[in-house]
């Protein structure tokens, strides 16, 4: 009996050890990984964890109305892109002929008023708190360049109206291009040029800039007040 309690020892011991062993091999892994989608996902999760992704908890200065543009503006250019989608399916004349493609395409254009309009007292607000504060440079160019692209996608959504207004807006603006030196690569009477640019490439890249700019809101917090302590300022004391 003795023997085999040994035995058994011996076992338990070569077992334990390997859990061990692999459980310093995770670890190790954890720390380092090899991969390059552990790296991708090591370097996710240390840059935008779950608890700046999704907070449970905001600062009381966000119930300020200030505040409120910034999804507002979100929330307007969501139906923008809805609206424009299902313009899409109709090309760009059935809106002047059926009435459901009037009521969209009166839902697309009052949403875009909207976009605008929060956007802009967006953008002002947050330049007078001085938004760039605490490390939020790149925040503050992100939202600058994605009113930018914002303005460029809403000038070509003018021209591939297939109205009269479209016509006028688009040989007046050739000039312009023309006049700059652009006209060789930007042809705003080219109808389907002016299509391609609204429908895909702006939209996309637009896209892309505000998904950049909410994660960088994430990563470093809403901005606070200009009488208000700012938390990076405190550590930064602290430290």
Not at 214 to 239: I, N, T
Request: net charge neutral; proline share 4%; glycine share 8%.
């Amino acid at each position: 009996m003795s023997a085999d309690s040994s035995a058994t020892g011996t076992d338990s011991m070569t077992v334990s050890g390997s859990v061990s062993t692999a459980g310093s091999i995770s670890v190790m892994t954890e720390d380092a990984p090899t991969t390059w989608t552990g790296s991708l996902r090591h370097k996710w999760m240390r840059t935008l964890p779950p608890d700046k992704m999704l907070p449970e908890r905001q600062p009381a200065y966000v119930t300020s109305w200030i505040y409120v543009f910034g999804m507002a503006t979100i929330v307007s250019l969501i139906l923008v892109l809805g609206s424009g989608a299902i313009l899409t399916l109709g090309g760009v004349e059935w809106f002047h002929t059926s009435s459901l493609g009037r009521f969209v395409n009166s839902l697309h254009f009052w949403s875009v008023q909207l976009f605008f309009l929060f956007m802009i007292v967006h953008l002002w607000g947050k330049f007078w708190m001085a938004a760039w504060r605490g490390k939020r440079a790149m925040t503050w160019m992100t939202g600058a360049v994605a009113f930018l692209a914002s303005v460029g996608t809403a000038f070509t959504g003018y021209v591939i109206t297939t109205n009269f207004n479209a016509q006028w807006i688009a040989f007046e603006s050739k000039d312009v291009m023309n006049a700059v030196g652009l006209g060789a690569i930007f042809n705003v009477a080219d109808l389907g040029q002016m299509i391609l640019l609204h429908v895909c490439l702006l939209p996309a890249g637009l896209g892309l800039i505000v998904i950049m700019h909410v994660l960088l809101v994430r990563k470093h917090g809403v901005v606070p007040p200009l009488e208000a302590l700012d938390p990076d300022a405190q550590k930064a004391q602290v430290a």
